[in-house]
């Protein structure tokens, strides 16, 4: 991003969308009032400046290249609740109050976003409630494995039976919330605003946008790397 001194809300959000983002989370507004510069609107709102400035300059970091085969489980498990369960957790009320405000305001013009609004309510909804079963009972398990494998001691059989079964519920959990992903980003046009629109309306696309791109990432991980070993793992003990 090109340096942000001097410059309004409303000017950094046009050369980069995503920083909508940062001014949404503090209170900032980037729409109608984002003709103030970003030290004016951090004084009226009693925020540090140089915080605000700090994230907004990390919005174009690059993310870094892992070799996430070669972690550890239990370090990969953590990565995962750490990175993409926060990131879920924190985007939720933010693309929440974007799609509701557009579904309120564009809708009758853009009946997508009305459909959008409903499809992301659910999802959420869904995802929420699925990160609480992988953090309440399919990674504890994991982590117990990894610690009676360094004991040497063998488990008790858990109440779901083998840990296929709460990988297969996870899995078919993952399918539903890229299916209505898909969905999606059909009814947005691959994410792309219409002429004109708003600067929420261009936030709430970006946002998306982004929050399917670290579900694929957080799919990733679980499907293809976490769960084959886990369940390698478990047959260990057999």
Not at 27 to 44: L, S
Not at 125 to 132: G, R, V
């Amino acid at each position: 991003m090109n340096t942000i001194e001097n410059k309004t809300v409303a000017e950094v959000v046009a050369e980069n969308i995503k920083t909508a983002h940062v001014f949404k989370k503090h209170g900032i507004d980037f729409c109608c009032g984002g003709g103030v510069t970003i030290e004016k609107a951090c004084e009226k709102k009693q925020l540090d400046y140089q915080k605000i400035k700090s994230e907004l300059v990390q919005v174009d970091s690059a993310p870094k290249a892992y070799d996430y085969n070669s972690w550890n489980l239990d370090f990969l498990i953590d990565h995962i609740i750490n990175i993409h369960h926060t990131y879920v957790e924190e985007s939720i009320p933010l693309i929440l109050q974007y799609s509701n405000r557009v579904a309120h305001v564009h809708g009758h013009h853009y009946s997508e976003v009305v459909q959008i609004n409903k499809l992301f309510i659910e999802v959420a909804n869904e995802l929420s409630a699925h990160l609480k079963k992988e953090e309440l009972i399919l990674f504890p398990y994991i982590k117990k494995l990894l610690q009676l494998q360094k004991e040497k001691t063998r488990p008790s059989t858990p109440s779901f039976g083998t840990v296929n079964n709460p990988i297969q519920m996870m899995e078919t959990e993952h399918e539903s919330a890229g299916d209505t992903f898909k969905i999606i980003a059909q009814l947005t046009n691959n994410y792309t605003p219409p002429e004109g629109a708003c600067n929420t309306f261009k936030a709430l696309y970006a946002k998306l946008d982004e929050f399917e791109q670290d579900l694929h990432q957080h799919i990733h991980l679980e499907n293809n790397i976490l769960h084959p070993k886990a369940i390698q793992l478990e047959k260990t003990f057999q």
